[in-house]
């Protein structure tokens, strides 16, 4: 919003326009002031020329949003090298996440591979083994699709209470990207899996060398290859130049600096199935292979970094939501802490194992509030609140927490983390 414009209230007649009759947006631009400096003189911009068409060959922000970065939280992590930073999803809209905000998840920091010199091995339980050169790669029939990558840990800091005060940070490790790759089915019906091949080990090319197990039905599903990110080149710190694309399954399995796939009749109860990406339970036994990510949604604005500055009046609340199973049809929004729900209005593509958008509209009295946003999916699934979670799964796990989150609005505009019981 302008705030060049504060002073001059919007006027009540525009909120009774057709668009909100509908249920739609309500605009509220302030009333033309002839004697205002900034539209009566000229600005500097309009006194001089701008650059030229070669003054950026890549494009980057305008400096006015340097603010829009990926963080980390210092504490979370002993090192860098091994850590993670959060999308600032409070700074978005719509539904793609653009590749120089994706949040970064690696065990051995940016792998720094030689194109040329990278190769992807298919060996195991196959007729024929296989190396493919990204060349190789580049000459299969490839497809195009949009999918969001969820890190099973996001959220993971919330499961004994409101912590960190931020959607960037309680649910920043999630992008949204298109990928274009080869069908892993394709490179594995050239290899023939034979008919003991029941799993594939997918390693990564990085000096932590993760790796982990996945099902054949899986493989022969909807796994990609992927050597693009919306349109360009994979980003180094995305695994480039080619990673493993796993739709809706947990992201530690989506392998960066792919460099092999092991054909096998087991899996292969790696470090990363094991002592992590487990799930700890209230009687204290664990469960393994969680592979699908659950149903979830989160309020983006406003939010603890993203207050209400403009004051009582029409605001737009907006949030993502997302299913590892499928699509969202539906978000409920309230904003009096559960008390009463609406519907929120879904706007931009709904696409299988995507992020969806959502926006609610509202009149804002001024009093304080409380957010919350609850996904349906396709299956008909209902996202839980944490204290369903939490009788099931007590508050020791880390992974797979996709319970309904709480923003507390106060009068001023602030908000904050919290729960309600
Ligand atoms: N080779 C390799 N692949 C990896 C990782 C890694 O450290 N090394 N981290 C995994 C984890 S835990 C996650 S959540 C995703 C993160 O993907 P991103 O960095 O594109 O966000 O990559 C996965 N793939
Ligand atoms: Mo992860």
């Not at 090319?205 to 349109?231: H, Q, T, W, Y």
């Not at 094991?274 to 983006?300: H, P």
């Not at 209005?345 to 509030?369: A, I």
Request: hydrophobic share 35%.
């Amino acid at each position: 919003m302008d705030m060049k414009f504060k002073g001059t209230k919007p006027s009540r007649r525009a909120f009774l326009s057709g668009a909100l009759a509908a249920g739609g947006a309500a605009a509220s631009a302030g009333m033309v002031k002839a004697q205002e400096a900034v539209i009566t003189e000229k600005q500097p911009w309009a006194q001089y020329l701008g650059d030229g068409v070669d003054a950026f060959p890549y494009g980057s922000p305008s400096k006015h949003e340097a603010h829009v970065v990926r963080r980390s939280v210092e504490w979370l992590t002993a090192d860098p090298i091994s850590s993670v930073n959060f999308t600032p999803l409070h700074e978005l809209d719509g539904i793609i996440t653009p590749n120089g905000l994706c949040f970064e998840r690696h065990h051995g920091g940016i792998a720094e591979v030689e194109p040329a010199d990278h190769r992807i091995m298919i060996n195991g339980l196959v007729d024929k083994p296989l190396v493919f050169t990204m060349q190789d790669l580049m000459r299969y029939p490839r497809e195009n699709h949009v999918y969001f990558l969820e890190c099973a840990a996001n959220s993971g800091m919330e499961w004994a209470g409101a912590q960190l005060n931020g959607c960037q940070f309680t649910h920043g490790m999630i992008h949204n990207v298109m990928y274009t790759g080869v069908p892993l089915r394709l490179l594995l019906e050239e290899a023939g899996v034979k008919t003991n091949g029941k799993w594939i080990m997918v390693e990564g090319a990085d000096a932590s060398g993760m790796n982990r197990s996945i099902p054949i039905e899986k493989a022969l599903d909807d796994c990609l290859v992927a050597f693009k990110m919306n349109g360009e080149a994979l980003r180094p710190e995305q695994g480039y130049p080619v990673r493993l694309v796993v739709p809706g399954w947990e992201g530690n399995m989506w392998i960066k600096w792919l460099r092999r796939i092991e054909v096998g009749d087991q899996p292969w109860h790696a470090r990363e199935e094991t002592s992590k990406y487990t799930d700890l339970f209230e009687n204290g036994q664990a469960r393994r292979f969680t592979w699908e990510m659950d149903a979830k949604s989160v309020i983006t604005n406003p939010s603890p970094q993203a207050p209400l500055t403009h004051g009582k009046g029409w605001t737009v609340l907006t949030g993502v939501a997302w299913s590892g199973r499928g699509t969202i049809p539906r978000v409920d929004v309230t904003i009096d802490g559960g008390k009463n729900w609406h519907q929120a209005r879904m706007s931009g593509p709904s696409m299988n194992k995507s992020m969806h958008r959502f926006y609610y509209e509202f009149d804002w009295d001024g009093s304080p509030l409380l957010l919350q946003s609850r996904a349906h999916d396709s299956t008909g699934y209902v996202q839980p609140t944490k204290n369903e979670l939490r009788a099931i799964r007590g508050e020791n796990s880390i992974y797979h927490n996709n319970g309904i989150q709480t923003w507390y609005v106060n009068e001023q505009g602030i908000a904050e983390n919290v729960e309600i019981s």
